[in-house]
T-cell receptor
């Protein structure tokens, strides 16, 4: 089974509107971290936001917030007030547990296009 | 503070050759991870180094190897290149290792084309 699932096709949003990018995950480990990264056409992966499995509140970082629904195993990224510069690929990732086997697993990504 | 740097940024090689990619982590970061990104397979974990020791390895053939130096800089080597090795190779660094919460910061990547 896939650890991280991002099934949305390319997403389009009007500038200044909010958009939600979906991510579901699969793990039996009680300790895990969820991450969102942005990858512009230049290729560099930019860290956006982190949510820990034991965090009681949803994470927020500026215009980014993570809608964490633990029972549903979903960790959707919400971008408020979209800007043209938000056009990029967005990846959801998870790290399970700790120790030597704790590696970051990425979803397939979602392409977001912001329209002026 | 300077970010993660990778050299070279672009590389063209022919089948059968070998290649070495370099990654310099953020100052103070001791962990370096490598990823391969292709349109078909997405982002796949290659390996992770911490304090000059390989701590974790992905599911790649032995042609892919790496090492880390005492200054935390890391190199990745691919021998006997195949067409399927054409990819964006990303390096990421982090301060710590071994918990679910540590953030990784990525470099700009090396785009390798094998002809």
């Amino acid at each position: 089974a896939q650890k991280i699932t991002q099934t949305q096709p390319g997403m389009f949003v009007q500038e200044k509107e909010a958009v939600t990018l979906d991510c579901t995950y699969d793990t039996s480990d009680p300790s895990y971290g969820l991450f969102w990264y942005k990858q512009p056409s230049s290729g560099e992966m930019i860290f956006l936001i982190y949510q820990g499995s034991y965090d009681q509140q949803n994470a927020t970082e500026g215009r980014y917030s993570l809608n964490f629904q633990k029972a549903r195993k979903s960790a959707n990224l919400v971008i408020s007030a979209s800007q043209l510069g938000d056009s990029a690929m967005y990846f959801c990732a998870m790290r399970e547990g700790s120790g030597a086997n704790s590696k970051l697993t990425f979803g397939k990504g979602i392409t977001l296009s912001v329209r002026p | 503070k300077a970010g993660v740097t990778q050299t070279p940024r672009y590389l063209i090689k022919t089948r059968g050759q070998q290649v070495t990619l370099s990654c310099s982590p953020i100052s103070g970061h001791r962990s370096v991870s490598w990823y391969q990104q292709t349109p078909g397979q997405g982002l796949q974990f290659l390996f992770e180094y911490f304090s000059e020791t390989q701590r974790n390895k992905g599911n790649f053939p032995g042609r892919f190897s790496g090492r880390q130096f005492s200054n935390s800089r890391s190199e990745m080597n691919v021998s006997t290149l195949e067409l399927g090795d054409s990819a964006l190779y990303l390096c990421a660094s982090s301060q710590t290792l071994g918990t679910a919460s540590y953030e990784q910061y990525f470099g700009p990547g090396t785009r390798l084309t094998v002809t």
